[in-house]
């Protein structure tokens, strides 16, 4: 018996077949002889048009894949939750193809920007505020916030509808027109601000009209350009700028063990495992003699930190393994002391402006030494540590990669944005958002690169 035959070509014995086949034949050589026609007979401003089309794909060919590196990146920190140094990676006009890209980051050591060189990273979401759980007192911190705005975010985001102090909830949004409901909702991401009552692109942007962190020609020009800066050679720019969008950290660790929260009942037991093999025994015990009998509990790891008697190092090395929350909960919204820019750190409570600028002082003085929260402790000092401590962590598990790219040439620049989102065992995009419409965002000497590369080609 045969299992199979030969297959046959049905074209051969059928001649309606051959027919068919030759007609379609006949039809892709009609395609392309049009188009080899169209191109011939077409101006070079058509041409321009598609060649800046396929620089386009291929600049968002290279945002794709660099959204994929950023991704590896993150799922393969050497310390967890804590960014790598940008030596260690690429961030700055990088080669895919014959595209190019660039990731759009935050210099936090600047306090005021007064240039226009983007610097270009990854960027720490925990270095802003959540507009999920910071309070209206806090957000009330920051420039351009008014009270109205602040109660606003939070009745916007809480699940009643009763109206806080200056607040805004369905009254007045059923009161607009269009009408539409206050959401009740937590914020799903930053870009929703707009929805909340009178918040406006002067508020949300500021001077900043691009987004890129830097003080661009036509943001320091007074009323010759939009936006209506102030031309004062600083850049101020809007909320966006300050606050982000985080959702809980994980209570388990990337090595798959539960992290031990310091604010539960009995979390002595599971913090010795820990310091053990991190420690040794004979320090192990030493810091858990001192933490204290089996009731202690720590309103937050700095605090821990502080009573423990551990180096910054020996906390530095089990910091991902410990958090503090109340009951079941886990920690959201934290700060990161480390990457958080000085206006940030002055909303949080116990800080304030002077203690914001000495914590941002030190990081500039000790810059291999931002991977823990605990050096913090000393500069806040024991009357501010107990407020300000439960806000804070040297931890992060969002973090966002803005990246523009352009095709061959410098042509079809493009930016999208990405938010990774750490607290899974690999790195999830949370969100994505095109910017390409916010314009160049690479500064006038990337600008002035690419143009000469087109001048070039010509
Ligand atoms: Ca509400
Ligand atoms: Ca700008
Ligand atoms: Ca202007
Ligand atoms: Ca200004």
Known sequence: MRLFRAPRNPASRNPSARGSALIITLWVA?????????????????LRVASNLTASMEAAHAIDGAARYAALLLARLDQPGVLPDIKTYQHEAVPVGDATFWYIGRDDRQSQ??????????????????????????LELLPRMTPQLAA???????????????????ETYLRRNPSYHCKNAPFESIDELRMVYEMDPDILYGEDLNRNGILDVNENDGTASLPLDDRNGLLDPGILEYVTVASPEPLTATNGTRRINVQGAGFAQSLATVLNASLGSSRANDVLARLGGPGTRFNSVLEFFVRSGMTLDEFAAIEADVYSAPGNNAPTGLVNVNTASEVVLACVPGIGTQLASSLVAYRQSNPSRLNTVAWA???LGAQNLPRAGRFLTGRSYHFSADIAAVGPLGRGYRRTRFVFDLSAAAPRIRYRQDLTDLGWALGKAARLQQQQLAMNSR
């Open 152 to 170: 606003a975010i939070v009745d916007w985001r809480d699940a009643d509808s009763d109206i806080s102090e200056q607040g805004a909830e369905d």
């Open 30 to 46: 009609f395609g392309l002889v049009s188009l080899a026609l169209y191109f011939g007979n077409s101006s070079s401003l058509d």
């Open 377 to 379: 402790a000393e500069i």
């Open 113 to 138: 920007i007064t240039t226009d060189l983007p610097h270009f990273a990854l960027v720490d979401e925990a270095s802003k505020l959540d507009l999920n759980t910071a309070t209206a007192a806090m």
